[in-house]
């Protein structure tokens, strides 16, 4: 677990402190990764095993058409597992890819959290995807007519340093209490609401 139960249950009651600021409903999400990229990995070790044969070449025993091939193929399975250790795939991985897929983990976390239907719009993702020090705050029409992406930004940069850190649950605690100050001042409270859960989804 990437936060413990005493680190999620703290997160959930800062969340429910906001939210008694705001008529926004905040909700967040902790991946502990976005994709496997198991189809990356498995293309780095295919083309890394099509260089056995030349590499034969300057070896002074020859091998058979049979026994070269079995290494070839021994060498695909060595480095397609090889590569699923986390820091090696992280270096084969683009960096593009990386936050194309945990963008559109994000995106379809807010509609799978019923973030969409909100009373007013008024829905508020906080996304974190770990592995790719990713985070995203996602944010319903009702609120982006009065928080634009650019004021998010400065609370998301904080956050993502705080997951390089490997301080996830302080980071989700700053975030947390951030926005809260935002929304309290552009979006404040004029009704008791709790429409959706508070605690954190873990996926």
Same mark, same amino acid.
């Given at each position: 677990?990437?936060?413990? =139960?005493?680190?999620?249950?703290?997160?959930?009651?800062?969340?429910?402190? %906001?939210?008694?600021?705001?008529?926004?409903?905040?909700?967040?999400?902790?991946?502990?990764?976005?994709?496997?990229?198991?189809?990356?990995?498995?293309?780095?070790?295919?083309?890394?095993?099509?260089? /056995?044969?030349?590499?034969?070449?300057?070896?002074?025993?020859?091998?058979?058409?049979? &026994?070269?091939?079995?290494?070839?193929?021994?060498?695909?399975?060595?480095?397609?597992?090889?590569? @699923?250790?986390?820091?090696?795939?992280? @270096?084969?991985?683009?960096?593009?890819?990386?936050?194309?897929?945990?963008?559109?983990?994000? @995106?379809?976390?807010?509609?799978? %959290?019923?973030? !969409? !239907?909100? !009373?007013?719009?008024?829905?508020?993702?906080?996304?974190?995807?770990?592995? &790719?020090?990713?985070?995203?705050?996602?944010?319903?029409?009702?609120?982006?007519?009065?928080?634009?992406?650019?004021?998010?930004?400065?609370?998301? #940069?904080?956050?993502?340093? =705080?997951? =390089?850190?490997?301080?996830?649950?302080?980071?989700?605690?700053?975030?947390?209490?951030?926005?809260?100050?935002?929304?309290?001042?552009?979006? +404040?409270?004029?009704? &008791?609401? #709790?429409?959706? +859960? #508070? !605690?954190? /989804?873990?996926?």
């Amino acid at each position: 677990m990437l936060l413990d =139960k005493q680190a999620q249950s703290d997160l959930a009651d800062a969340i429910t402190k %906001q939210e008694t600021r705001t008529d926004a409903e905040l909700v967040t999400v902790l991946a502990r990764q976005a994709d496997d990229y198991r189809y990356i990995t498995t293309l780095w070790a295919a083309l890394l095993s099509l260089l /056995v044969p030349a590499a034969l070449l300057f070896i002074p025993h020859w091998l058979s058409s049979l &026994e070269a091939l079995m290494l070839q193929w021994g060498v695909l399975l060595v480095l397609a597992v090889l590569f @699923r250790f986390r820091p090696l795939q992280f @270096r084969l991985v683009p960096r593009s890819l990386q936050r194309q897929r945990a963008a559109s983990l994000a @995106r379809s976390a807010f509609l799978q %959290q019923g973030l !969409h !239907h909100t !009373h007013g719009d008024t829905g508020v993702l906080i996304f974190v995807s770990e592995a &790719e020090h990713y985070v995203e705050i996602l944010a319903d029409q009702g609120i982006a007519r009065h928080v634009d992406d650019a004021q998010w930004q400065a609370i998301v #940069n904080a956050f993502v340093a =705080k997951v =390089k850190a490997g301080q996830v649950a302080e980071g989700f605690q700053q975030c947390v209490a951030a926005c809260g100050d935002k929304l309290a001042e552009h979006v +404040p409270a004029t009704r &008791e609401k #709790n429409e959706l +859960p #508070n !605690h954190l /989804v873990i996926l």
